[in-house]
């Protein structure tokens, strides 16, 4: 069957202006996860989704990222003014157990 | 302190050796374990999870956890190339979804 699936796969925005990355669960999970990873870093959590709610925000770094789920399904992490630190590669991960997350092939973005 | 340490590497290995991947973590309210693989541009994909202190045997792969020393191992056995790649531990806390992942360990095994 399908696995997670994000788009855009790269995305080259200039410093402030708004971005939206999108995600695609594996149909049926119910929790949906984003992390993002810079270059030489670990996997940094953002946020997390259990159906349409979003239980834990704690890693959303500023008031500029936010996310939205709809229909208990499809993902969109947007951030508004970007800047030059968040270049990185967005995952987006989902589960239907605790056990084991399943990764999208993820979005580069570049912010010049 | 980070809250999980990995050391980076790289970690060369013969083929048909046994690679030794190291991972602490800081937080002690950790309660499960999971060691993801990590191929050079491409997503991590979970290779195995451990919840209760001692061995877990997996194929080739064994985790091992030890929570009073707050030390989580990966073994591969009888290393193949095809095993190279970045190794990430990440613990998760009793009651909380979210992972925490380690920088990684490079490990690269030399035919």
């Known amino acids: 069957g399908a696995g997670v699936s994000q788009s855009p796969s790269n995305k080259v925005t200039e410093k402030g202006k708004d971005v939206e990355l999108r995600c695609d669960p594996i149909?049926?999970?119910?929790?949906l996860y984003w992390y993002r990873q810079s270059l030489g870093q670990g996997l940094e959590f953002l946020i997390y989704f259990q159906g349409n709610s979003a239980p834990d925000k704690s890693g959303l770094p500023s008031d500029r990222f936010s996310a939205e789920r709809t229909g208990g399904s499809v993902s969109t992490l947007t951030i508004q003014r970007t800047q030059q630190e968040d270049s990185a590669v967005y995952l987006c991960?989902?589960?239907?157990?605790?056990?084991?997350?399943?990764f999208g092939p993820g979005t580069r973005l570049t912010v010049l | 302190q980070k809250e999980v340490e990995q050391n980076s590497g790289p970690l060369s290995v013969p083929e048909g050796a046994i690679a030794s991947l190291n991972c602490t973590y800081s937080d002690r309210g950790s309660q499960s374990f999971f060691w993801y693989r990590q191929y050079s541009g491409k997503s991590p994909e979970l290779i195995m999870f451990?919840?209760?202190?001692g061995d877990k045997e997996d194929g080739r792969f064994t985790a091992q956890l030890n929570k009073a020393s707050q030390y989580v191992s990966l073994l591969i056995r009888d290393s193949q190339p095809s095993d190279s790649a970045t190794y990430l531990c990440a613990p998760r806390l009793f009651g909380n979804e979210k992972l925490t992942f380690g920088t990684g360990t490079r490990l690269t095994i030399i035919p």
């Open positions: 451990i919840y209760s202190n």
């Open positions: 149909s049926g999970h119910t929790a």
């Open positions: 991960a989902s589960s239907i157990t605790t056990n084991e997350q399943f």
